[in-house]
């Protein structure tokens, strides 16, 4: 998993997966602004290489940034409003409640010395000028490179224009020797010699590829296309085709820039080499944001072609360079060049179908979601989560398409809805409380099952994020749609809704006689998403107030659907649940309840039950004395619970055990080291943290939370003052003067920081319980 920034992470940035070609005269200049400017633009035509310089750029300066280097892809994002979140998003953050994520940003980076890599801003040009500005004012040791087709137009900004690369002057017929000295040259040469084995330049073709290379302006993303076509063409037939498009170009636009020109006529001729089918694919394709598997373009572009045809066309697609075919972890999925998808979108226009692509796109992707949360109590929920994980973009265009569109609302709410249960485990509750206020702001009057969903829904994450006002609201509103309504399904939603926020108030009778009417109901239906959900619910209210019977009742029944099904997700909660009203009295079992829980929320990768777990242990470990642990395991739930914008404890009845927890904590250790381990396991990844809760991890293999040596004496010291000998007691027993063992139990509170005897001794048993070499603070030296 991606580390956050300041983690100890180098960034995000992708490896290169072709060579580099040229651009050192634009390195250098980009290097130099860098060292010079908090902010460097570079800029350009579509398809000059902006994007690609600019990550050779960021490579090069990792040393330079103590908190490493961080891509924030923007070619896919649509709405400015979600510029902050998708930034801190590509950081590891997200946001907090009540908290703006311009806010979250500007803390997370005030102290921290990185350099942000804004690519294809151009869209959201604004957006990203006013995030860029607030961000370099406020916090000095951040640096940020951005890639645009217009400059950010801020102050303090160096704007650095990207040129073609470098080719012969058509004038002056060119000299093979000569040729690999220009980098159009050189990058056609590399690109063909992949495309077919055994390529080079010679007395034959040389003229011709320089020929080429000019015709298309020195452009990088005409260039490949040009190189790839020579697996079907001579590179004469090449530019036969290039000469042929270039005038009819020129006489068709000739208020377009040139570069413009070039690129238009490189797309157009490619797209004249595609069959009819494979044009009509192409522009089907164009409709998916980033990229697309093969049952999507099936369900989307399929249509009048057939599915062989399809097949081969996404095939020779790929073979033609507007597909490109990506695999990881197994799975094949096909992504298109923004260029080339704005052509595509452009043909659709061209053709009255671009809504029509656009309603089919959505009606797959609410299909696609509507199926995860059908199936998501089932042994296919780990894939289904990975699943929307990568259909991110697509999602977000079909849910932007229901709101921006006249008369698509209704399946915008059913999707948003459907999306919950991803949402919720993801700790994406922000994400979809965007969605829905924007699907349930439209059109708010009309009464509908489907409005009902969306609300209960929207109440639920509002609560989850301890937005409890709000949460409320929308349960008045959910409850005022079913009144008028008059649908028995409509109402129980409403009543979920009205228990499930009266257990984030803490309204815990309430809760719990809510839950029990539907959790019959939803038990009539064989509804198992919602009937685990309310019985979660119930099993938390009634372990809090001590209906220890109904608790455990609850949490057996869930225990019996979940493994039936083999579904994680719920499962865990509900094990935290029983581990919340069992961990004072019970810790050996609540410890193993929640280590359960834990191992689950890493199958399913889910931040916000995670964080609450750890939560949990840091009770018991705060309750047995194990003071630097629960220090460190605060420190993980903070952060985890920060990461996705919620409160560490979800119900406030039992917030009075965090309370205690680190107050015993706090009078145990030293001030400096209650806040030095608390750092540390902010510090920890996701993985890091289940591994030290889990004790799969070792504290050695951890940073030090701080080293203070005790010489063996003061060690010596230390361990008796924990057996509680006074003064005097030790100096008899050490053969040593009453003044000089004072004077070492002096030391002893000095070094650690702490101001009492009582202190020292606490901190020997944690020693003891930690075990030898673990790096802790009080090694003794030699």
């Not at 470098?166 to 000569?178: C, F, K, S």
């Not at 309750?623 to 460190?632: C, F, I, N």
Request: include cysteine.
């Amino acid at each position: 998993m991606k580390q956050s920034a300041g983690s100890g992470a180098q960034g995000n940035l992708p490896q290169e997966l072709t060579s580099f070609v040229g651009r050192r005269r634009e390195l250098i200049e980009a290097r130099r602004l860098l060292s010079v400017s908090r902010l460097v633009t570079l800029t350009g035509i579509g398809g000059v290489g902006k994007t690609r310089l600019a990550l050779r750029v960021a490579d090069d300066a990792r040393r330079t940034f103590a908190d490493g280097v961080w891509l924030v892809e923007l070619g896919e994002l649509h709405d400015p409003d979600l510029v902050p979140d998708t930034v801190a998003a590509a950081l590891g953050l997200r946001e907090q409640p009540g908290l703006p994520p311009l806010t979250l940003l500007t803390e997370h980076l005030a102290s921290r010395n990185l350099l942000l890599l804004l690519d294809n801003c151009e869209h959201l040009v604004d957006a990203v000028a006013d995030l860029a500005g607030a961000l370099l004012r406020t916090c000095p040791d951040l640096r940020v490179l951005a890639t645009s087709r217009e400059p950010l137009a801020i102050g303090a900004e160096a704007v650095l224009r990207v040129p073609s690369l470098t080719v012969p002057d058509p004038e002056r017929p060119p000299r093979l020797q000569g040729l690999p000295h220009y980098e159009a040259i050189s990058l056609f040469v590399e690109r063909a010699a992949a495309a077919v084995p055994g390529f080079a330049l010679s007395e034959a073709n040389h003229v011709v590829v320089a020929a080429i290379c000019h015709r298309l302006d020195g452009l990088p993303l005409p260039i490949e296309l040009a190189a790839v076509r020579l697996r079907a063409m001579s590179p004469e037939q090449i530019l036969d085709r290039l000469t042929d498009r270039c005038q009819l170009l020129t006489k068709g636009s000739r208020g377009a820039p040139t570069r413009q020109q070039s690129l238009r006529m490189s797309i157009d001729w490619s797209h004249e080499l595609c069959s009819e089918v494979e044009q009509t694919l192409w522009h089907r394709l164009s409709v998916f944001a980033g990229s697309v598997e093969l049952d999507a373009a099936e369900g989307v572009c399929g249509g009048d072609l057939s599915s062989m045809d399809l097949l081969d066309g996404l095939a020779s697609l790929v073979d033609k360079s507007i597909l490109i075919r990506e695999e990881a972890a197994g799975t094949v999925r096909y992504r298109m060049l923004e260029t080339l998808r704005e052509y595509g979108h452009e043909k659709l226009r061209d053709a009255g179908t671009y809504t029509d692509q656009q309603r089919r796109h959505r009606d797959w992707y609410e299909a696609l979601a509507r199926s995860a949360e059908a199936e998501w109590i089932g042994p296919d929920q780990v894939e289904w989560i990975r699943r929307l994980d990568r259909e991110q973009p697509n999602l977000r265009d079909a849910t932007s398409f229901c709101v921006t569109e006249p008369g698509e609302v209704d399946a915008g709410l059913r999707m948003a809805a459907a999306l919950y249960p991803y949402w919720l485990c993801r700790g994406m509750s922000s994400e979809g409380r965007h969605w829905l206020d924007r699907v349930l702001d439209r059109d708010p009057d009309r009464p509908d099952l489907d409005r009902v969903r969306a609300l209960y829904v929207d109440s639920v994450l509002a609560g989850t994020q301890g937005d409890l006002p709000r949460a409320q609201a929308l349960v008045s509103r959910c409850q005022a749609v079913a009144d008028a309504l008059g649908d028995p399904r409509a109402e129980l939603l409403a009543n979920l809704a009205s228990a499930s926020v009266a257990l984030f108030a803490g309204r815990l009778a309430e809760a719990i006689a809510g839950f029990d009417v539907v959790i019959a109901r939803f038990r009539e239906e064989g509804d198992l998403l919602r009937l685990t959900t309310a019985l979660v619910g119930c099993a938390v209210a009634a372990g809090v107030v001590g209906e220890e019977d109904k608790a455990i009742a609850c949490h057996e029944e869930v225990l019996d659907i979940t493994e039936e099904h083999g579904e994680s997700a719920i499962r865990e909660y509900s094990l935290l649940a029983v581990a919340l009203h069992r961990w004072s009295d019970e810790p050996d079992t609540a410890t193993d309840l929640v280590e359960q829980g834990l191992r689950l929320s890493r199958v399913v990768d889910d931040p916000l039950g995670c964080s609450s777990c750890v939560e949990v242990l840091a009770w018991i470990a705060a309750a047995d004395g194990r003071y630097r642990r629960a220090a460190v395991l605060m420190g993980a739930a903070q952060a985890r619970s920060q990461a996705v914008g919620s409160p560490t404890v979800l119900v406030p009845n039992v917030l009075i055990h965090h309370e205690e927890a680190e107050k015993r904590t706090r009078d145990a250790l030293a001030d400096s080291v209650f806040e030095s381990a608390l750092r540390q396991g902010r510090s920890m990844t996701c993985d890091e943290v289940v591994a030290y809760a889990l004790g799969e991890q070792q504290a050695a293999a951890l940073p030090p939370v701080e080293v203070v040596a005790l010489t063996r004496r003061e060690q010596q010291v230390a361990e008796l003052v924990a057996q509680g000998l006074t003064n005097k007691a030790i100096a008899a027993k050490l053969v040593i003067s009453q003044r000089t063992a004072q004077g070492h139990v002096e030391h002893v509170l000095a070094k650690l920081g702490f101001n009492s005897r009582t202190q020292i001794a606490a901190w020997v048993v944690e020693q003891a319980q930690v075990g030898p070499g673990s790096g802790t603070v009080g090694a003794p030296a030699n």
